[in-house]
């Protein structure tokens, strides 16, 4: 999956007080897009010497580090015109071979995310700041302190007999399926989350629903919980006509186009059709 990195290694834990170095990874986004240092054809993350002065406004954030070296979240605008410095857009992950940098530049997105979000207070409406002691943000005259946002979703692979059920959101391209998915609400458990989206999605009653492993999925700022479940291919499937607008038992042999390995939805899909799942 995209966070499995080995040998590569990245580390998020906090260290407030390091100080950006010419020689640390910087991240900086624009709308959908990341700006990365390009070398012929090999895009890698600038370091913190690349970049040109830095406004007064701007802000550089602790992320974590990357194989021992610590990266920072530029927060505000730069204005950079060296050709060598470019605005790619973030689902260059999907594609690179380098996936030490795909997986730094989807947690830093999750945070630029954050911090945008949460610049100014909910409660009383001032402006934010960067916690001193913790990766968090606190306001200055109400003193509400706000962490960052993790949404846990479940997805579950529910199989009958030697069969998968996979669904197709009205947001997928026209013949792209996945697993059933979707967040949990207020009150209830993940297992209870499965079977009411399970219902709620395509109307089948499962069983045997089983953990098989978590996925942070920074796009969404989601943590995706994967189960399996049994279900019954008899039973009459009723799609929701809003979310899931297809869906069907699909044998090993004749799965249709699904997500990649990246994924926590893609690895459970090719763990079924490999016959281990």
Same mark, same amino acid.
């Given at each position: 999956?995209?966070?499995?990195?080995?040998?590569?290694?990245?580390?998020?834990?906090?260290?407030?007080?390091?100080?950006?170095?010419?020689?640390?990874?910087?991240?900086?986004?624009?709308?959908?897009?990341?700006?990365?240092?390009?070398?012929?054809?090999?895009? @890698?993350?600038?370091?913190?010497?690349?970049?040109?002065?830095?406004?007064?406004?701007?802000?550089?954030?602790?992320?974590?580090? &990357?194989?021992?070296?610590?990266?920072?979240?530029?927060?505000?605008?730069?204005?950079?015109?060296?050709? =060598? &410095?470019?605005?790619?857009?973030?689902?260059?992950?999907? !594609?690179?071979?380098?996936?030490?940098?795909?997986?730094?530049?989807?947690?830093?997105?999750? &945070?630029?995310?954050?911090?945008?979000?949460?610049?100014?207070?909910?409660?009383?409406?001032?402006? @934010?700041?960067?916690?001193?002691?913790?990766?968090?943000?606190?306001?200055?005259?109400?003193?509400?302190? %706000?962490?960052?946002?993790?949404?846990?979703?479940?997805?579950?692979?529910?199989?009958?007999?030697?069969?998968?059920?996979?669904?197709?959101?009205?947001?997928?391209?026209?013949?792209?399926? =996945?697993?059933?998915?979707?967040?949990?609400?207020?009150?209830?458990?993940?297992? +209870?989350?499965?079977?009411?989206?399970?219902?709620?999605? %395509?109307?089948?009653?499962?069983?045997?629903?089983?953990?098989?492993? =978590?996925?942070?999925?920074?796009?969404?700022?989601?943590?995706?919980?994967?189960? !399996?479940?049994?279900?019954?291919?008899?039973?009459?499937?009723?799609?929701?006509?809003?979310?899931? @607008?297809?869906?069907?038992?699909?044998?090993?042999?004749?799965?249709?186009?699904?997500?990649?390995?990246?994924?926590?939805?893609?690895?459970?899909? +090719?763990?079924?059709?490999?016959?281990?799942?």
């Amino acid at each position: 999956m995209i966070q499995d990195i080995f040998p590569h290694h990245f580390s998020n834990e906090y260290q407030p007080q390091t100080a950006v170095q010419p020689e640390h990874l910087v991240l900086h986004y624009k709308d959908d897009t990341l700006l990365l240092k390009r070398t012929g054809d090999i895009f @890698t993350v600038p370091q913190f010497r690349d970049l040109p002065p830095l406004p007064e406004h701007s802000e550089c954030r602790w992320i974590g580090q &990357l194989n021992h070296t610590p990266c920072f979240l530029v927060l505000g605008d730069i204005s950079t015109d060296h050709p =060598s &410095l470019i605005y790619e857009d973030i689902r260059f992950f999907r !594609t690179t071979q380098q996936k030490e940098i795909a997986w730094l530049c989807l947690v830093g997105l999750h &945070l630029s995310n954050w911090y945008k979000q949460h610049a100014y207070c909910g409660q009383c409406g001032s402006p @934010t700041r960067q916690k001193a002691d913790e990766r968090a943000l606190e306001c200055p005259n109400c003193h509400l302190v %706000v962490y960052p946002k993790i949404a846990p979703a479940i997805i579950v692979a529910i199989r009958s007999t030697n069969k998968l059920l996979l669904a197709r959101n009205a947001n997928f391209p026209d013949g792209w399926f =996945s697993l059933v998915a979707g967040y949990a609400d207020i009150g209830e458990s993940l297992e +209870e989350t499965v079977r009411r989206e399970v219902k709620e999605e %395509v109307g089948l009653d499962i069983c045997g629903i089983r953990y098989y492993k =978590s996925q942070p999925w920074p796009l969404s700022g989601s943590l995706m919980v994967g189960f !399996t479940a049994e279900g019954n291919e008899e039973q009459p499937l009723h799609l929701d006509g809003v979310e899931i @607008t297809e869906a069907g038992w699909y044998d090993r042999n004749n799965l249709p186009n699904h997500p990649p390995a990246l994924s926590i939805a893609g690895e459970m899909i +090719e763990k079924f059709k490999q016959g281990i799942l």
